[in-house]
């Protein structure tokens, strides 16, 4: 029997507050019902100032603990955090690089396989089924569903 998921249209975000929204997605997706987490979306973006790259990877203690006491949205421990540690580490890269974007423009060489392998190794809680839905969210390269 075939997982049916339901895959989202892909678009290409406008900068990398864009990427980091669609990596958190992904992410909170993983194990939960995501129906109830895009029912909640709008919430997690008042929650988490527009995932707004730089705002959210200054957040520090309160920043967290408002989090996990916030009733709008899936108050998961290890995905707040994580959320709050792949804004500072996308950050990073984006400055490296110039953007996200351009990031992502340096993994070109290596096949689907090797990019998701460095995208989950980079990222908290991104797992190889996160990353096809991030990747394809994203507007990037992946393989069928059923061939990845």
């Not at 603990?65 to 996308?90: S, W, Y």
């Not at 992502?104 to 096809?132: C, E, K, P, W």
């Amino acid at each position: 029997m075939v997982t049916q998921i339901e895959i989202p249209p892909r678009v290409r975000p406008d900068g990398d507050s864009g990427y980091l929204e669609e990596l958190t997605k992904a992410i909170f997706r993983a194990g939960f019902s995501w129906r109830v987490v895009r029912e909640k979306w709008d919430a997690f973006r008042r929650a988490f100032d527009g995932f707004n790259l730089d705002r959210v990877a200054a957040y520090e203690a309160a920043d967290i603990a408002r989090l996990f006491n916030d009733p709008r949205i899936v108050r998961n421990r290890r995905k707040i955090t994580g959320t709050v540690e792949n804004a500072r580490r996308m950050r990073e890269l984006a400055r490296q690089h110039g953007s996200f974007y351009s990031y992502l423009r340096s993994l070109d060489s290596l096949d689907y396989h090797q990019r998701v392998r460095v995208l989950t190794t980079h990222f908290y809680g991104l797992g190889r089924t996160g990353a096809f839905v991030f990747l394809h969210c994203v507007d990037e390269e992946t393989p069928d569903w059923h061939d990845r």
